[in-house]
Nanobody, 124 residues
Framework: QVQLVESGGGSVQAGGSLLLSCAAS????????MAWFRQAPGKERNWVAV????????YNDDSVKGRFTISQDNVQNTVYLQMNSLLPEDTAIYYC?????????????????WGQGTQVTVSS
């Protein structure tokens, strides 16, 4: 099993920045990809960014390219999401997720392990 704990959410004005963190524990050696998803009220959960653990390949949804950056600290077993130039439409609950299977996963059901989520609210 893999346990994930997110932190760093909050409320900011448009144009501001936030840094989300996701600390992983448990069988972290088995994790192949880690991702950030977000879910706005009344909407589906969508992927934001994915990183391959160890390999460092990064994939970003088009809506956040140039604004959000996913990174990892393999020593600390932590994944980060640096969010800059935030927009009101970025308001959502942000979830960290971990996957053990090989191959890139960009759908919620590709990931077996989830954190509890952290709220990000961007005001105009």
């Amino acid at each position: 099993q893999v346990q994930l704990v997110e932190s760093g959410g909050g409320s900011v004005q448009a144009g501001g920045s936030l840094l989300l963190s996701c600390a992983a524990s448990g069988d972290t050696d088995t994790v192949t990809y880690m991702a950030w998803f977000r879910q706005a009220p009344g909407k589906e959960r969508n992927w934001v960014a994915v990183i391959s653990v160890g390999g460092g390949q990064i994939y970003n949804d088009d809506s956040v390219k140039g604004r959000f950056t996913i990174s990892q600290d393999n020593v600390q077993n932590t994944v980060y999401l640096q969010m800059n130039s935030l927009l009101p439409e970025d308001t959502a609950i942000y979830y960290c997720a971990a996957r053990r299977d090989y191959g890139l996963g960009m759908r919620p059901w590709d990931y077996a392990f989830w954190g509890q989520g952290t709220q990000v609210t961007v005001s105009s």
